[in-house]
């Protein structure tokens, strides 16, 4: 069965830190992964995508990796701002299947 | 904004009323896509329409109906619903639809719908 697990589940870091959010998956046969961010009481927004050949893709402070082979994707935020506080949501997508979501991490930046 | 739109943002109903989630695309994609998010659980998707034809219905009860009039709009028609119904209801909207194929969804903010 198709599965995505990310943790931690919540993380609270104070502005201006870094933090590192984990996603492991069982989906396959894979195709691509993308990180999305959900700002309270809106819908989820795509911040990155991946596909099995690419390693790190940056977007601003946000930077994506994958390990195809442990089948493990991280998100790392630099410098972190108030407004980063939100959930973030790893999406994996298998050939010829459906999306597979994860239950989210709910990061918190305090002044 | 995300060029997608739903209404109403906040929805509080009975279990015997009869109401409707509108959602509308200023994208010009052709996929639209009902999900329910639920508190510490994976968006769970529900319908999807592909040019005005559902294609996907993930054993959704049937006490959810969806419309899809053309390919901007797209309705949830809700009657009898259960305290367990009560979620955060998310539109989205895509170029095209594909299982596997990559096309980035836009989703809107959102209904919370709460079943009393």
């Known amino acids: 069965k198709n599965q995505v697990e990310q943790s931690p589940q919540s993380l609270i870091i104070l502005e201006g830190k870094n933090c590192t959010l984990q996603?492991?998956?069982?989906?396959?046969?894979?195709?691509?992964l993308r990180w999305y961010k959900q700002d309270t009481g809106r819908g989820p927004v795509s911040l990155t995508i991946?596909?099995?050949?690419?390693n790190t893709k940056s977007n601003g402070r946000y930077t994506a990796t994958l390990d195809a082979d442990t089948k493990q994707s991280s998100l790392h935020i630099t410098a972190s701002q108030l407004s980063d506080s939100a959930s973030y949501i790893c999406?994996?997508?298998?050939?010829?299947?459906?999306?597979?979501f994860g239950t989210g991490t709910r990061l918190t930046i305090i002044p | 904004e995300t060029g997608v739109t739903q209404t109403p943002r906040h929805l509080v109903m009975g279990m015997t009323n009869k109401k409707s989630l509108k959602c509308e695309q200023h994208?010009?994609?052709?996929?639209m896509y009902w999900y329910k998010q639920s508190a510490k659980k994976p968006l769970e998707l529900m319908f999807v329409?592909?040019?005005?034809?559902?294609?996907e219905n993930n054993s959704v009860p049937s006490r959810f109906s969806p419309e899809c009039p053309n390919s901007s709009h797209l309705f949830l028609h809700l009657h009898t619903l259960q305290p367990e119904d009560s979620a955060l209801y998310l539109c989205a909207s895509s170029q095209g639809y594909l299982p596997g194929q990559d096309y980035e969804q836009y989703f809107g903010p959102g209904t919370r719908l709460t079943v009393t």
């Open positions: 996603c492991n998956y069982t989906v396959s046969p894979f195709s691509n």
């Open positions: 991946m596909t099995f050949s690419e």
């Open positions: 994208l010009g994609h052709n996929a």
């Open positions: 329409y592909n040019f005005k034809e559902q294609t």
């Open positions: 999406v994996v997508s298998a050939i010829q299947e459906k999306l597979t």
